[in-house]
């Protein structure tokens, strides 16, 4: 499969946010996010095809690991992203794959990170009718939800998003302790203000505010 990008930090999302993990980037997307914070991955996507061993070898570089981020792009499009996974998980690693939730793959996961993308997230161009036809797709969304331990992470980037994100888990039925929130934006202070008035907003509705460490420790970089 293609590979964006394999590195050693920590999780700065969700919540797992803080955790020693390797990451291991696909690259290739079937969304094309206006804000897409790795278009090397989606809008221009980059990397070295690598083979499923080659990919077990190298995460087995980072000795203490005991995580594994499957991301991308969109990890879940990826040709032998189960197969991965299961060399994974036979190596006890903790899996977690972070996804748009737009397609269903029965990888192996301990945590189904999904990411289902808002309005705010459709470009205009080309691909802004692909984009909407595909952003949201709820039995997709329901099945990934039933099959394994999950979390709901919106991307929020103006107020006007929290009914959006609303209206999907409601359709969803997800519990409010399952939903979190995070702030777009890949400045710290962006992440910052954003996220003072979405702490309100997860109070009010118990949701959960997720920051965005690796910015906030790294800036706007790849690799880390
Ligand atoms: S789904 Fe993720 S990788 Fe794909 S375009 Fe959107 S933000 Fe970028």
New binding site residues.
């Given amino acids: 499969m293609r590979i964006a990008e394999i590195f050693y930090s920590v999780q700065g999302e969700g919540s797992l946010v803080g955790v020693p993990s390797v990451f291991v980037r696909t690259s290739g997307?079937n969304?094309?996010?206006s804000w897409?914070?790795?278009?090397y991955?989606?809008w221009n996507p980059e990397g070295n095809h690598m083979s499923t061993s080659e990919i077990l070898d190298r995460a087995a570089e980072f000795g203490a690991a005991r995580h594994v981020v499957l991301t991308?792009?969109?990890p879940m499009i990826a040709p032998g992203i189960v197969e991965l996974s299961e060399g994974l998980h036979e190596r006890g690693m903790h899996i977690t794959v972070e996804t748009?939730g737009t397609v269903f793959a029965p990888v192996a996961c301990d945590l189904m990170s999904i990411?289902p993308?808002l309005s705010n997230?459709t470009p205009d161009g080309v691909f802004k009718a692909q984009h909407e036809r595909l952003r949201l797709q709820p039995d997709v969304l329901r099945k990934l939800m039933a099959s394994y331990d999950y979390q709901l992470k919106f991307v929020i980037a103006r107020e006007d998003d929290i009914d959006e994100v609303r209206s999907v888990v409601l359709e969803l039925n997800a519990p409010s302790s399952k939903v979190i929130l995070m702030p777009e934006g890949i400045s710290a202070e962006v992440l910052a203000r954003r996220g003072v008035w979405l702490a309100e907003i997860c109070k009010q509705y118990g949701f959960r505010l997720s920051p965005r460490l690796h910015v906030d420790l790294y800036g706007n970089r790849r690799g880390v």
């Fill in positions: 997307c969304l094309r996010c897409c914070d790795t278009p991955t989606s991308g792009g969109e748009a990411s993308k997230s």
